[in-house]
């Protein structure tokens, strides 16, 4: 038996590996297996080539569980190795390597946690005690074992083994017993080797035989050791593409459709990439591209491998130039992780223009689930915007779709305002809003429908791309405001008549948390609604934005901000200002009689005041100025009581109001009950 020191400085460094390591520690199976797939491999390219001309046979990795003894074994038929070998390899590579990792790293322990190269000594982050039983494949080669306690001391001596190849044998370290349960292999058998080169078993399979799971003498093969973005995509129908999807996303709907990567220069890179569909929610979709590296899993985090809004598809990534030591820093510094970004946001941009120009009828059918993942590559990145402008389309309320550019032809002789400046229309709820939409169509207008994630955000940087654009939601105004193609020259009401509709129908509306209505008069024409609820387009926008953008929420806790338009052209609002007046004019009278003269007063005092400084105004007449104003006041607020006690009791005005916020969803709980009730006995 030989013993040796390896060489370490550091007494004792696999405590240590496995402390900063730990939350990655699941790794050291991928390590070993990969390890063991590698040294089959080797053998295969030997044996082509002519260099070993003994039998291969059956070549499959075997990982085995013992969890009596407490172990966990690796076994595989490769190259092996001899004395010399596990000396240069073991001894003084993988350990000097170890302790050059620790020293690299020593004042910033938590950066070793992301590189996962850790090879071979990746064992004792879960075992105490590691042994090596191997065999060459050179013809007088002995079986030597190796042994290990993580400590800087080793055994090296012969032993008996009949076939060439190695066994890695874990005693598996107290603390990392859960790596002794089948169900726990076997799920990171499934995630990291499930399409490894070579077959890798994990004991047998089980069947059921008289009540209770039997091993069979089948072995458990637990990967596909020829997944099919390794295959030419001539060789496949797209039934193995779907078949493929299922099996990595087993709860998923059908993919739209795929593009299957594969270039060999300037870079290595292989791969399927599926677009989903995502519809909605953005975060739940990401993470769902699993990177690989010759066929080892690295991780399902690619975010700087491929672009932001790439990350919404789903498929796997395979590129040898991408190493298994996927650091942040390593990612944003790597030419060839750039190129790869830019040749798959290329890629799919490509894809998505073929489908485009060569079936449009389909492209359209899957865009309502294609749209967030375009619009969102359009938000984030510049270049593609540039591609995604020629096939983005706009979806209308009548389910017809238009390009940018077909939209703006469509629209640009009747929805022009007198400014000269093209006016989107748009809804983001057709039911809500169906009242608003009908209107606008009735005046010849198109409106689209914007009721994706995204849409907001989008629409601001529409209006930025296209020249002289504005997007207007239907019910952010009246509909004769909506697109101002000229002068407003309609007859409207009396300024005091308007100011006699606002009293009777402000102070009837409800109190609502958060939420305030600006009351006013206009004239709308006889056959359209007597009242209408609208929200400026600013605002609403603002606040929609402080739902979704970081820096904003001070538009978020601003309180909603309504106008409730009175039609002065409607019967139903003619009646009421007639009823009123006519109602309330014993009261009135001396009350804007009482006005009038004030306001006579006010304006004689303030012509005297008018080109006089302030210390040449006799403070008498500064207060009766003051003490006349606040009389106007005061009468006012009178006629606004009176008005309100008579509105207090008009089922009519009520009836309105409620009808307006029914049609806007705005009439809920207690105020929706009286309404019902109010209906039923006004019929």
């Given amino acids: ?53 003994g039998e291969l046979g059956d070549l499959t990795v075997r990982v085995k569980v013992d969890k009596e003894n407490g172990t966990i074994t690796i076994s595989d038929r490769g190259l092996g190795m001899t004395t010399e070998e596990i000396d240069k390899y073991i001894n003084q590579i993988a350990f000097s390597g170890a302790n050059d990792f620790l020293e690299k790293y020593k004042d910033d322990a938590n950066a070793i946690i992301g590189h996962f190269g850790l090879g071979f000594y990746s064992a004792f982050m879960v075992a105490k005690t590691v042994d090596i039983v191997t065999l060459s494949y050179k013809e007088g080669a002995k079986a030597v074992k190796w042994s290990c306690d993580g400590s800087p001391e080793f055994t090296l001596e012969e032993t008996e083994r009949s076939d060439r190849g190695t066994d890695i044998i874990l005693h598996v370290d107290e603390d990392c017993k859960e790596f002794l349960e089948e169900s726990r292999l076997q799920g990171l058998l499934t995630k990291y080797c499930h399409f490894l080169a070579v077959p890798v078993a994990f004991g047998k399979k089980k069947e059921w035989k008289d009540g209770k799971q039997v091993e069979t003498d089948e072995d458990n093969l637990i990967n596909d050791t020829c997944p099919i973005w390794t295959k030419k995509p001539s060789d496949l129908k797209e039934e193995d593409y779907k078949k493929f999807y299922r099996d990595l996303y087993p709860m998923a709907d059908e993919p739209l459709f795929w593009i299957h990567l594969n270039v060999d220069y300037p870079f290595n890179l292989t791969g399927v990439l599926y677009f989903p569909k995502i519809k909605s929610n953005i975060d739940l979709q990401r993470n769902k591209i699993q990177l690989y590296c010759n066929q080892v899993y690295v991780t399902d985090s690619v975010e700087g491998i491929v672009p932001d809004f790439l990350t919404l598809l789903h498929g796997v990534i395979d590129s040898p130039d991408i190493p298994l030591n996927v650091s942040r820093s390593y990612l944003q510094s790597d030419s060839n992780v750039k190129k790869i970004s830019t040749y ?5 941009s490509d894809r998505l223009q073929s489908i485009f120009k060569n079936d449009r009828k389909e492209f359209e ?22 591609k995604a402008s020629k096939f983005a389309l706009f979806k209308d309320t009548d389910n017809k779709y238009y390009t940018f550019e077909e939209y703006q032809t469509l629209i640009k002789d009747n929805q022009t305002d007198k400014n000269g400046s093209l006016i989107y229309l748009y809804a983001n709820n057709l039911d809500e809003q169906y009242t608003y939409i009908d209107a606008a169509k009735n005046k010849g207008y198109n409106v689209l429908l914007m009721d994706g994630q995204l849409d907001v955000p989008m629409i601001n940087m529409l209006e930025q791309k296209f020249e002289k654009s504005h997007f207007t939601r239907v019910d952010s105004d009246i509909v004769d405001r909506l697109i101002v193609k000229e002068d407003q020259k309609g007859e409207e009401l009396p300024h005091d008549k308007q100011e006699v509709l606002s009293s009777l129908f402000k102070g009837q509306m409800p109190k609502v948390k958060k939420t305030e209505f600006h009351v006013e008069a206009h004239a709308l024409g006889e056959n359209n609604a007597p009242i209408v609820i609208t929200q400026a387009e600013y605002m609403r926008r603002m606040k929609d934005m402080a739902s979704i953008q970081p820096g904003m929420s001070f538009y978020g806790e601003m309180p909603d901000m309504f106008n409730l338009v009175l039609n002065s052209d409607h019967r139903l609002i003619k009646q009421v200002l007639s009823d009123a007046e006519t109602a309330c004019a014993e009261k009135l009278v001396p009350v804007e009689s009482e006005i009038a003269m004030l306001t006579l007063r006010r304006n004689e005092l303030q012509k005297a005041q008018e080109g006089k400084k302030d210390e040449e105004i006799p403070t008498a007449e500064k207060d009766e100025l003051s003490d006349v104003e606040k009389k106007i006041e005061a ?5 606004e009581n009176i008005l309100n006690g008579y509105a207090a ?23 929706l009950t009286n309404f019902v009730k109010r209906s039923v006995e006004m019929i």
Avoid: C
Avoid at 649 to 671: S, T
């Fill in 635 to 639: 009468q006012k607020t009178e006629k």
């Fill in 649 to 671: 009791g008009n089922k009519v005005v009520h009836q309105l109001i409620d009808l307006a916020l029914l049609q806007n969803n705005m009439l809920k709980g207690e105020a």
């Fill in 344 to 348: 798959i946001t290329k890629k799919v």
């Fill in 1 to 53: 038996m030989q013993k040796g020191n390896i060489g370490v400085t550091t007494e004792n460094i696999f405590p240590i590996i496995k402390k900063f390591l730990y939350s990655d520690h699941e790794i050291f199976l991928r390590e070993l297996v990969s390890n063991a797939v590698d040294a089959t491999q080797k053998l295969k390219t030997l044996a082509a080539t002519g260099d070993f001309k």
């Fill in 365 to 386: 059918e899957k865009w309502d689930d294609l749209k967030i993942f375009i619009n969102y590559g359009m938000l984030t990145q510049e270049d593609f915007y540039e």
